[in-house]
Structure formats: structure tokens, C-alpha cells
């Protein structure tokens, strides 16, 4: 088993950046991937960005290209959301997760929620306008 769990959500203003963390920990040797997924009141979960265990390749949804940086640190066992210039649009709970599978054809990450294990309890992030 593979536990996570994240830190960093909070209340900031539209144009503000906040920094989510997410500890691994258990047995992460089978993990091809770590990644962010956030699901805002209403609507379904939906993926952000994700980074290989090697940190090699990162992966971002078009939504927060350009605003989001994914990161790792191999010591700690942590991966960090960078989220800046954040929009009200942005606010969701957002989910550290992790997945043992390469993308479609071996190719980059998966897309969907449901090829991602392990799952932590989730940080709110809240953008005010």
C-alpha cells in the first residue's frame, strides 16, 4: 500500500499562488507516477498535472499550463504543486494520487481518475475574485 498526504490548501485571492504538498510514503516502488487531480462542488474529478518517480516527465492539463509547476524531491519522498496566478475557477479539493500505469500505448501518464490506487484526503484550495 501506498499512503499520501497533502498539506498547503487555503484561501488566497485571484492572481494569489499557494504550494501543495503531498508526503509518499509505504511502498511507493511500485509507483510509475504521481500526480494531482481536483473536483470542484458539482462536477467530477478531474486531472491537474503529474510527474514520474524519476521526475523525467511532468504532465499538465491545459487549464493550468503556464500557471502550474510540478515537482519532486527524491529525499523526502514529496511532490509539490506550485500553483500560481491562481483563478477563482481553480477552486476546488484538490488530490494527491499516485499510479502504477504509463499512459495509453506507453505513452506519458494516465488521464482518468480511475487508473490512479492511492488517493490522499484531499486540501481545499478557495480562490477569491
Known amino acids: 500500500q501506498v499512503q499520501l498526504v497533502e498539506s498547503g490548501g487555503g484561501l488566497v485571492q485571484a492572481g494569489g499562488s499557494l504550494r501543495l504538498s503531498c508526503a509518499a510514503s509505504?511502498?511507493?516502488?511500485?509507483?510509475?507516477?504521481m500526480g494531482w487531480f481536483r473536483q470542484a462542488p458539482g462536477k467530477e474529478r478531474e486531472f491537474v498535472s503529474a510527474i514520474t518517480w524519476s521526475g523525467a516527465s511532468t504532465y499538465y492539463a491545459d487549464s493550468v499550463k503556464g500557471r502550474f509547476t510540478i515537482s519532486r524531491d527524491n529525499a523526502k519522498n514529496t511532490v509539490y504543486l506550485q500553483m500560481n496566478s491562481l483563478k477563482p475557477e481553480d477552486t476546488a479539493v484538490y488530490y494527491c494520487?499516485?499510479?502504477?500505469?504509463?499512459?495509453?500505448?506507453?505513452?506519458?501518464?494516465?488521464?482518468?481518475?480511475?487508473?490512479?490506487?492511492?488517493w490522499g484526503q484531499g486540501t481545499q484550495v478557495t480562490v477569491s475574485s
Open positions: 494520487t499516485e499510479t502504477p500505469y504509463m499512459g495509453p500505448s506507453g505513452v506519458g501518464v494516465p488521464r482518468s481518475s480511475y487508473e490512479y490506487d492511492y
Open positions: 509505504g511502498d511507493t516502488f511500485i509507483t510509475y507516477a
